[in-house]
Every structure is written in structure tokens, then in C-alpha cells.
């Protein structure tokens, strides 16, 4: 009886462990399906000239599948726009989430660092669609029209707690002994901040940026109310212009355009997990 | 710079957050104003009307709240029999080791793809899956919407709910052991009381996930403005009905999408703040 009853017991813990082998491998599983479903089905669209090129109209895309032709263009729109959006917001959302990183790691303890820093997780937790609504009544109403800045505007608040976060974890926990030691060379808190803090503090900022930039740059539904998309490759800021992920959600809809979807999706994976990657890579280099 | 002035600076800086924050209140509350003024706060959110047929509008929340509920709860039930298993794999049983690295890059990957590209997935490869295996015709559904979901959040309920599991103290396990118990007896019986709170918080900020993820849902549901009345039917959620007529809509149409992101941003930062407190608590334990 005793014997059976221990028997059962090692059963159970064999069971065990197979059951979650089993269904932790499984679930890397969609990864690698999605993966090979976007490679195998995109990588023949990949050409110079899916890279050079505007989106096609819907017309001329049709003319092309009627005479059984490949689909002409490609993404370049998308590309240029997803460039110029990220780009202003980046050049915002860097130094403002690296101040505010700072003055939550500085003053862990002051009522209001903690108010802020409670908001930045609320900011962070907000769906990305309803920071769609709000940049569309802040800055589309007023300005009368669909603009690369709304576009980046809504970048911009959806980098920002990331950077914030990452920056105000990465210099906790630098050892205090390091800003004591500046602190003692007689520099003052900002020379300190500048020149010690900042620099040691750099590989998880960095890594930080990143992985707030592959956050963001496959943000779809809060660049449809803003950007809106555009057809045609364009620089001004301040009317509608596209991005990689509004010309996906395009070719989705539009059933002459849905051979490009796959270029698209392909050029956009690949780029966000080679960003991923890199990240973590540097993270790990850098922790050494 | 002295000392002051760079005080000054980093709080005018941090002075942003909130600023960000009370305007997307403000934003919301008064663009949302005028559908709940029209219709009444608590008609908006119980009926389940949406029609806007000139004359005579009529919009209720209730239709995309239930999907919202529906998706996020389905999404959770699918995602826990392979979150909970990674979260074990790499935080108890091969804890440490290179393979368990592997995985949690995976899975770290999975949390990095695009919604847009999930969506894709989804429409491309499990719908017909769905339709093959007749679950239903049209194969777009809360179902299928729901199993994408469920995909997206495994990484965030895994990760988190594996850290709170390498924070049980090695000395419980270690007497356990030398009772002679098995590994799966140590589980169930130290890991999953100990860190059993933190796991149930790395659920709720799954939930939080969940709710508000629009373009997977949007190409999945199927985009129908009822109440789903079974989980292989269509639908919309509050996102994906949000996604789907913002940009055509004027007036009290728009008003009323708005009053609907209010209130799935209010919902969403409720659920957030829960699991946040619940982390706080689970913690200190």
C-alpha cells in the first residue's frame, strides 16, 4: 500500500514536469508560426524597388493583377513617414524621459516624485488607441487637419514612461558611492548628474531608448487618427503623411492591395526584433 | 549650472506627467460630455442601441463593453495553461540554465511583435483554421479575437508571475525536501501559496493588457455592433468599435466614441491599479 501510494507520488511528479516541458515549448510555437508565415509569404516582395517606392493606387494595382503582373512600389511613403514621426519624437521624448528618469531616481522619497511616478505607470498602462483620441483633440482639432506632428505627438506619449521607467531603474541602482565620490571631488549635484551619473547610467539608458523605439514603431491605431496616412512620399510636418503600420491596416482593407501586405509585415518584424535583440544583447554586454 | 537651477529644471521636467495626464482627463471628459449629457450616463452605459441614422442617433456602450469583457476574460482563461507553465519552466525548473534563457527570449520576442502583424496572423492563418473546424462559418469572432489575445499576453503574465515564483525563499523548498517531497508536491504545496499572490497580480496586469488592445481585436472580431450571444460570435469591443469609426464619425457619434474610450481608460487604470498594489503587497511578503 505504502509502496503504491509513493509510486503515484513520483507518477504525479513525472506528469509534472512533462506537462510543463510540453506547454512551455508550445507556446513558443506562434512565434516561430508567425515568423515563418510573414517570411515565407513577404520575402520574394522585397526589392530595391519596394524600398524606393510610393504605394501604388488602388487602379493602377488592379491594371497590374489584371495583366497578371507583380503588384508596382512599394513602402518608401511609409518608411520616410515612420522616419519623421519617430524621429520628432524621439528627439522629444529622449532628454524630457531622461530628466524625469533623473528626478525620480534623485527624490525617491518626496511626495510628489511619487505622484509622478504612479502617473508614469498610469500613462504607460493607457491603451495606445485612446492616446489616439486625446492627441486628435489636442493638436488635429485646433491645427484643422491630420499632421505628421499629431502623429509624433502620440509617439511621443507613448515613449515617454518607458524612457522614464528605465532610466529611473537603471540609475537606482548605480551605487550610491559613485555620486558620494563626485559629490566629494567638489562637483555639485548637476556636474555630478552630468558627468558621472549620466555616463555610468548610459548602457541602460540606452537599451531603454530601444526598446521604447520597438514599442512604438508598430503602433497602428493611435497613428490613424493622427497621421492618417498619405499615398505619396512627403516631408512637411504639418499635413497628413503615412507610416509602415498605417500601410499594413491600409493593404488589409483594400483588396487590390493585399499582395503587399507581407513586404510590409516582413520589413516591419524583421525590424522589430532585430531592435529587441540588439537591446538585449547590449543589456547583457553591458551588465558585465 | 548651480544648484537650484538644476533642481528647478529636473521638477519643471517631471511637471510633464502630470500635465500629459490631466490633459488626457480633461480631453476625455470634455469631448465625452456631450453623449452623456444626451443620453444619460448610466442609458449610455446599459443600452445597447447603435444606430445613427439621422434623426434619430441612438448610442449605448453596453454592445462593446461586453465584448471588451468578454475577449479580455476568454483571453485570460486561454493564456493561463501556457503562461503558468513557462512561468515554472523558467523560474523553478530549469531555473538559470541556458535553455530557460532561450525560452524567456522567445517569449520576449512574442511580447515585441506588433498587434497589426498578430491581427495579420490571426486572419490569415487561425481563421481558416476555425472555419475548417467548423467552430463557426464566418471564422472572425470574440473567439478567435479572444485566442490571438490570449497569445499576446502570455509573455507579460509569464515573465512577471516567473519572478515572483524565484522569490520564494530557497529554505521553504529546501525543508520540503528534506521531508521528502516531490518536486511537484513543493509546487503545489510552498511555490503556489507563497508566491500565489504575486502570481494573481502578474494575471490582473495582463487583464490590463488585454483590455485595451485594439488592432488584433479589430480584424478578428468581425465588427458587429450587438452583443455577442455566444463566444463563437461577432461583435466589437470598445477599442476595436473606437478603431473602426473614429475617423468617419461627427458630432454625437464622436462624442459617444469618446464617452467609450472614458470609460475603457477608466477601467483599464482601475485594473492597473489594482495589480500595482497587489505587486506592492505581494512584495513586501
Keep these: 500500500m505504502n509502496k503504491l501510494k509513493f509510486r503515484s507520488r513520483l507518477a504525479k511528479d513525472k506528469a509534472l514536469l512533462w506537462a510543463v516541458c510540453f506547454l512551455a515549448a508550445l507556446t513558443a510555437v506562434p512565434l516561430f508560426a508567425i515568423l515563418g508565415e510573414v517570411f515565407l509569404r513577404g520575402y520574394d516582395q522585397l526589392s530595391w524597388s519596394f524600398f ?118 537603471t540609475m537606482k541602482i548605480l551605487p550610491a558611492s559613485l555620486k558620494e565620490a563626485g559629490l566629494a571631488l567638489g562637483g555639485n549635484n548637476a556636474r555630478v548628474m552630468l558627468k558621472v551619473q549620466l555616463p555610468a547610467a548610459f548602457g541602460g539608458i540606452f537599451t531603454g531608448v530601444l526598446l521604447a523605439i520597438s514599442r512604438v514603431i508598430g503602433e497602428t491605431a493611435p497613428l490613424m487618427f493622427t497621421a492618417l496616412g498619405c499615398s505619396f512620399i512627403r516631408f512637411s510636418i504639418d499635413k497628413p503623411i ?43 554586454k553591458w551588465n558585465q | 549650472m548651480n544648484d537650484k537651477l538644476y533642481r528647478i529644471i529636473l521638477f519643471v521636467v517631471a511637471l510633464i506627467v502630470p500635465i500629459v495626464c490631466g490633459g488626457v482627463v480633461y480631453a476625455l471628459v470634455t469631448d465625452a460630455y ?52 513557462v512561468a515554472l519552466f523558467v523560474g523553478e525548473y530549469f531555473r538559470g540554465t541556458k535553455i530557460a534563457a532561450v525560452l524567456s527570449t522567445v517569449i520576449d520576442l512574442l511580447a515585441g511583435i506588433p498587434s497589426i502583424i498578430y491581427g495579420l496572423w490571426g486572419f490569415y492563418t487561425l481563421r481558416p483554421i476555425i472555419m475548417a473546424l467548423n467552430i463557426s462559418s464566418q471564422g472572425s469572432g470574440v473567439l478567435t479575437a479572444s485566442l490571438v489575445l490570449a497569445i499576446m499576453i502570455v509573455p507579460y503574465a509569464a515573465s512577471l ?11 521553504l523548498k529546501e525543508g520540503a525536501y528534506s521531508l521528502g517531497a516531490t518536486r511537484a508536491e513543493i509546487i503545489g504545496k510552498i511555490i503556489f501559496p507563497v508566491a500565489g499572490s504575486g502570481i494573481f497580480s502578474s494575471y ?34 470598445m477599442a476595436s468599435i473606437i478603431a473602426n469609426q473614429f475617423g468617419e464619425a461627427d458630432d454625437l457619434r464622436l462624442s459617444s466614441l469618446i464617452a467609450i474610450g472614458l470609460i475603457l481608460f477608466l477601467i483599464t487604470v482601475f485594473i492597473n491599479l489594482i495589480g500595482k498594489i497587489m505587486i506592492k503587497r505581494a512584495r513586501i511578503v
Excluded at chain 1, 96 to 117: D, H, M, T
Excluded at chain 2, 161 to 171: C, L, R, T
Design chain 2, 204 to 237: 490582473v496586469l495582463a487583464i490590463g493588457r488585454a483590455l485595451g488592445e485594439t488592432m488584433t481585436v479589430t480584424m478578428l472580431i468581425g465588427n458587429t455592433n450587438n452583443i455577442p450571444e455566444s463566444i463563437t460570435s461577432t461583435g466589437n469591443s
Design chain 1, 52 to 169: 524606393t517606392e510610393p504605394t501604388p493606387t488602388a487602379y493602377k494595382a488592379m491594371k497590374a493583377i489584371e495583366a497578371g503582373e507583380p503588384i508596382p512600389g512599394g513602402i518608401a511613403n511609409g518608411i520616410i513617414g515612420t522616419m519623421i514621426m519617430l524621429g520628432m519624437a524621439v528627439v522629444f521624448a529622449v532628454p524630457v524621459g531622461i530628466l524625469c528618469g533623473a528626478y525620480l531616481a534623485e527624490n525617491p522619497k518626496k511626495r510628489f516624485a511619487q505622484v509622478v511616478s504612479y502617473l508614469t505607470d498610469l500613462l504607460q498602462g493607457t491603451p495606445s488607441v485612446i492616446i489616439g483620441i486625446v492627441v486628435y483633440i489636442w493638436v488635429v482639432v485646433p491645427m484643422k487637419g491630420y499632421s505628421a506632428i499629431a502623429g509624433s505627438v502620440a509617439l511621443f506619449i507613448m515613449m515617454l514612461p518607458l524612457i522614464i521607467r528605465s532610466t529611473e531603474e
Design chain 1, 242 to 284: 503615412s507610416a509602415v503600420p498605417l500601410l499594413i491596416w491600409e493593404f488589409f482593407n483594400d483588396p487590390n492591395l493585399q499582395e503587399l501586405i507581407w513586404g510590409a509585415s516582413l520589413f516591419l518584424l524583421l525590424f522589430v526584433l532585430t531592435l529587441n535583440l540588439t537591446a538585449k544583447y547590449l543589456a547583457k
Design chain 2, 161 to 171: 508571475s516567473a519572478e515572483f515564483i524565484k522569490m520564494v525563499p530557497n529554505d
Design chain 2, 34 to 85: 456631450d453623449a452623456f449629457e444626451h443620453f444619460g450616463f448610466f442609458k449610455f452605459l446599459t443600452s445597447s442601441e447603435w444606430s445613427y441614422t439621422e434623426g434619430s442617433e441612438r448610442y449605448g456602450a453596453l454592445p462593446f463593453i461586453t465584448g471588451t469583457l468578454m475577449t479580455t476574460l476568454l483571453a485570460l482563461i486561454f493564456c493561463i495553461p501556457f503562461s503558468l507553465p
